[in-house]
Nanobody, 118 residues
């Protein structure tokens, strides 16, 4: 069983930066994918970015391309989401989740709040 814990959220002004962390414990596999999602008040949860544990494949939502960067540290079993040029519309609770090959995203973390003020 994999447990994921997010951290790094906070309050930042528009144009600022934050780095979120998703620390994994338990059994992980090199073919897994870790994804970041977010959910703003009154909206559905949406995909933000993902990365395979190998680091060879990354994917981004169009809304964050060029501003966010996902990376992973195998030694620390941690996936990072570097968020630059933040906008008020990036305000949301950010979650990470794990997906085994061919399966859905699961093992959701508790989330971390990101608030971007204008």
């Amino acid at each position: 069983q994999v447990q994921l814990v997010e951290s790094g959220g906070g309050l930042v002004q528009a144009g600022g930066s934050l780095r979120l962390s998703c620390a994994a414990s338990g059994r992980t596999f090199s073919r897994d994918t870790i994804g970041w999602f977010r959910q703003a008040p009154g909206k559905e949860r949406e995909f933000v970015a993902s990365i395979t544990w190998t680091g060879l494949i990354t994917s981004y939502a169009d809304s964050v391309k060029g501003r966010f960067a996902i990376s992973r540290d195998l030694a620390k079993s941690t996936v990072y989401l570097q968020m630059n040029s933040l906008k008020p519309e990036d305000t949301a609770i950010y979650y990470c989740a794990r997906r085994a090959p061919g399966g859905p995203f699961a093992s959701w973390g508790q989330g971390t709040q990101v608030t971007v003020s204008s």
